[in-house]
């Protein structure tokens, strides 16, 4: 199992920043694809930003040019820099990790498992 810690979210202004991050542990093999989504009131999970272990990053939505999203495979960690925040950006935001995991001890077969962070509330509010 792995385990994600998600930190560094609360209460910003308008125009602000915040930088969320992410810290995976547990029983890491090889960790592919990491990023976030959110979910904001009476909204469905919408994914944010995505990055693959090599580094190549995608947006969705009004993130992009406003969000920048990186990681440290050394460190199994993955951030979220958060630029020009306004109101329509609270939610709570969730940290994911996608890991290609033997099926058993001495299997030769392979699957990918998901991985969810409990999430961190971020606020944007004057």
């Known amino acids: 199992q792995v385990q994600l810690v998600e930190s560094g979210g609360g209460l910003v202004q308008p125009g602000g920043s915040l930088k969320l991050s992410c810290a995976a542990s547990?029983?890491?093999?090889?960790?592919?694809?990491m990023g976030w989504y959110r979910q904001a009131p009476e909204k469905q999970r919408e994914l944010v930003a995505t990055i693959t272990s090599s580094g190549l990053t995608a947006y969705t939505g009004t993130a992009e040019g406003r969000f920048t999203i990186s990681r440290d495979n050394a460190r199994n960690t993955v951030s979220l820099q958060m630029n020009s925040l306004k109101p329509e950006d609270t939610a709570v935001y969730y940290c994911?990790?996608?890991?290609?995991?033997?099926?058993?001890?001495?299997?030769?077969?392979?699957?990918?498992?998901?991985?969810w962070g409990k999430g961190s509330l971020v606020t944007v509010s004057s």
């Open positions: 547990g029983k890491i093999f090889s960790i592919n694809d």
């Open positions: 994911y990790a996608d890991q290609e995991e033997p099926a058993g001890p001495d299997s030769d077969y392979y699957y990918v498992m998901h991985y």
